[in-house]
């Protein structure tokens, strides 16, 4: 077991050109498992070659009642798939164990969200009277307006833009374009934005060049904007939990709580199925939930 997952580690390095950080959680599962089996087994694993289905069945339900979240258990699932994956191109095994087991269901827990009133205070955060802070009110309000991942925010080009129409052309997940409507409010941030910005030379004269750049005029990261969001918060004291993302969930929430229909949010955020967007009917059923559980006199 411990040569095959060197070898197999080793292939990860030089064939895949892996990142250090994926070969070390997969050194990690594999020692979990190789541990595991040592003891089922009285001190010596069997080669990996000889590992069954049911061996890896009893090696999940261990991980179960370890307490492991279902996430660490789906992840290390599929390092075992891979590393059997591995052995039928290496022909020390001829099926893949792994293949049968089935991720644990994973519990969806409930976005965050931000209230209205939460909203306006991150929106006006950015001060009006520089040119950064210009830029920063302009990326919240179309983040929040068009319901925008961070990574669709900073792809956008002036030519994704129809400022008389208040329309956002969006490139998403898979390669998916879509048109966003942006309010009244980011457009007007978006102009004043305009007219401050300065863009790197070499891009000025490209009519796909950026929306959103940074001080040099290039085009900003999302590692950059999660920075900016994260001052933001703390200046508005909202919660710590809140990320970019935030104000995605808090598009959608906010548009149900008003009476949307969910295929219409489906369609605004670009979700291939709706059952992705159902997650929001939960957070807006929660939300009436406590309204009603706060203001009727006979809900408790």
Do not use: C
């Amino acid at each position: 077991m411990r040569n095959d997952a060197t070898r197999f580690l080793q292939y990860l390095r030089v064939e895949r050109n892996s990142s250090e950080y994926t070969i070390k959680s997969y050194r990690e599962d594999l020692a979990a498992l190789t541990g595991y089996l040592e003891q089922q087994y009285g001190g010596e694993a069997p080669t990996a070659g000889s590992i069954s289905t049911i061996d890896l069945r009893g090696y999940v339900s261990h991980l179960h009642e370890a307490g492991l979240a279902k996430a660490t258990i789906a992840r290390r699932l599929a390092s075992l798939r891979s590393f059997f994956k591995f052995g039928q191109r290496e022909g020390w095994t001829d099926t893949n164990p792994a293949k049968p087991l089935r991720n644990p269901r994973k519990s969806r827990s409930l976005p965050h969200f931000l209230t209205g009133d939460e909203i306006g205070k991150l929106l006006d955060a950015p001060p009006a009277d520089d040119v950064m802070g210009l830029r920063d009110r302009a990326m919240l309000e179309t983040l929040y307006s068009a319901g925008l991942r961070v990574s669709e925010l900073v792809g956008l080009n002036d030519s994704d833009l129809d400022m008389p129409q208040g329309i956002v052309r969006v490139r998403g997940k898979g390669k998916r374009e879509r048109f966003a409507p942006i309010g009244s409010f980011a457009a007007r941030a978006i102009r004043a934005w305009f007219k401050v910005r300065k863009v790197d030379r070499a891009l000025s004269e490209n009519p796909h060049r950026p929306v959103f750049v940074n001080k040099f005029g290039k085009r900003l990261t999302t590692r950059s904007i999660g920075r900016m969001l994260d001052k933001y918060i703390a200046q508005a004291g909202l919660d710590g939990r809140t990320s970019p993302h935030t104000l995605r969930h808090s598009f959608a929430t906010h548009l149900l709580d008003r009476g949307a229909d969910i295929r219409s949010v489906q369609e605004l955020l670009g979700h291939k199925s709706l059952l992705t967007t159902q997650i929001y009917t939960h957070v807006s059923t929660a939300n009436l939930k406590a309204v009603y559980e706060k203001a009727h006199p006979r809900a408790k």
